[in-house]
């Protein structure tokens, strides 16, 4: 988790409000993830940032967006939570895009939407 | 589509032994294979990567294998010790862009004493 910090670790929200989760890197790394895992789906991609201000979308990109306006924050923005939006978040850094590049992640923010 | 298969069921095998994990995947043309382990609560670690043309890779106790044609990577931990329990990810480039990656769904490993 080294150089990747999520906040806030741990939320609990209402259905229908607004949400935004950080992530911050000292890594100057020109890539970040965002992802969310659940049981049985693993990991899946949410949207991913290429650069400032250079953001697409991920598999499952329907209720989120995000910003990155600054290398070190990507940030994650839930416009109206719902509960199937329930799911543990982390935060990823590559070097390079690709697979031949490793990501590293951060510790998780632990989301529930009541 | 493309699909990433890892056994769902966790892996129990006895400290000493061999654990042999399985990453099986369609649909695909990957030129690379990662990686990673993941503790409860924490997020993912990346271990190693291994390129189309290389049929094997190690690192300290750990050796993957990719055959490209059976379409499938063997990840084995040798002299395994309860610390080596965790769930194990394998990740390949997303069909139709250079930049992202899939995850498969992980196979939990258990080493008992």
């Known amino acids: 988790d080294a150089g990747i910090t999520q906040s806030p670790r741990h939320k609990v929200t209402e259905t229908g409000t607004p949400v935004t989760l950080r992530c911050h890197q000292t890594?100057?790394?020109?890539?970040m993830y965002w992802y969310r895992q659940d049981p049985g789906h693993g990991l899946r991609l949410i949207h991913y940032?290429?650069?400032?201000?250079?953001?697409d979308k991920g598999e499952v990109s329907d209720g989120y967006s995000v910003s990155r306006s600054k290398t070190e924050d990507f940030l994650l923005t839930l416009e109206s939570a719902t509960s199937s939006q329930t799911s543990v978040y982390f935060c990823?850094?590559?070097?390079?895009?690709?697979?031949?590049?490793?990501?590293?992640f951060g510790p998780g923010t632990r989301l529930t939407v009541t | 589509s493309q699909k990433i298969e890892q056994n769902s069921e966790a892996l129990n095998i006895q400290e000493g032994k061999t654990a042999t994990l399985t990453c099986n995947y369609t649909?695909?043309?990957?030129?690379?294979l990662q990686w990673y382990r993941q503790d409860p609560g924490r997020g993912p670690v990346f271990l190693l990567l291994?390129?189309?043309?290389?049929k094997e890779k190690r690192k300290e106790r750990l050796k993957v294998t990719f055959d490209t044609t059976l379409k499938q990577s063997l990840f084995h931990i040798t002299a395994s010790q309860p610390a080596d329990s965790a769930t194990y990810l394998c990740?390949?480039?997303?069909?139709?862009?250079?930049?992202?990656?899939?995850f498969g769904t992980g196979t939990r490993l258990q080493v008992t004493l």
């Open positions: 890594e100057n790394h020109r890539y």
């Open positions: 990823a850094i590559s070097e390079f895009g690709g697979s031949s590049y490793e990501q590293y």
């Open positions: 649909n695909y043309s990957p030129a690379y």
């Open positions: 291994i390129r189309e043309n290389e």
């Open positions: 990740a390949l480039r997303t069909t139709g862009t250079a930049s992202k990656l899939t």
């Open positions: 940032s290429y650069g400032v201000k250079d953001t």
